[in-house]
């Protein structure tokens, strides 16, 4: 089976900067484009299940993705929600880095080390801990295709645990908004990557300003 994971399209939080976290953002104008182009690329597709966060957009880019596409169940699925970034949710790096500059640092270079501060707030090997169990589920139930709809640091973690790379390696992947990641799973065999971050569907829409939170 294969996994096509796509992170949401683009919102006013990833141009502003803002770590989005579990707060429910939209999807702009831009953002909703972007999950059109995606359902252009992934038109006529097969897919057994459309898997998505509870979170509006990645389970919006999910719905116009599968729009013309031919798809079994769809389900939300809670252990694909981002992040909890605790009290950095809704500031700007300036801000995170004004009251927190060593997190923020080490954040940026060991994000491994990092649980994020203020109630609720998650390091990455809670990511690993819900995530991974709802993939491997999904490799079980499912022999076809399957589209997952999450978000850029579950895609990462979870890039991580698929390929074998510490979680030290996080920041070493790149995910674009409304990227595509393939994945073919198979019983007996090591994870193998087909497909990384393309966002070539996006064209002059792939331009954007440099990430700052997630």
């Not at 829409?205 to 700052?212: G, H, I, L, M, Y």
Request: charged share 25%; aromatic share 8%.
């Amino acid at each position: 089976m294969r996994f096509f994971v796509i992170r949401h399209g683009e919102t006013a939080w990833n141009v502003a900067g803002r770590f989005q976290g579990q707060q429910d953002t939209e999807l702009n104008e831009k953002g909703l484009a972007q999950a059109d182009l995606l359902g252009e690329r992934l038109a006529g597709h097969r897919f057994e299940a459309v898997l998505t966060s509870p979170l509006s957009r990645a389970k919006v880019t999910a719905e116009r993705a599968a729009s013309r596409c031919e798809y079994g169940e769809f389900l939300t699925v809670e252990a694909l929600t981002e992040i909890n970034h605790g009290d950095w949710e809704g500031r700007l790096a300036d801000e995170i880095a004004a009251e927190w500059p060593d997190e923020l640092h080490r954040w940026h270079v060991s994000p491994e080390t990092v649980t994020m501060p203020g109630p609720g707030g998650e390091n990455l090997e809670d990511i690993l801990r819900r995530a991974v169990p709802a993939v491997e589920a999904a490799a079980k139930r499912y022999e076809g295709d399957v589209l997952l709809a999450s978000h850029d640091a579950v895609i990462k973690v979870l890039l991580c645990y698929w390929l074998g790379a510490p979680l030290a390696s996080f920041f070493r992947f790149q995910v674009p908004n409304c990227s595509i990641t393939v994945i073919e799973v198979k019983e007996g065999s090591a994870p193998r990557m087909l497909l990384m971050g393309d966002a070539a569907h996006l064209g002059d829409s792939f331009e954007r300003p440099e990430q700052k939170g997630l």
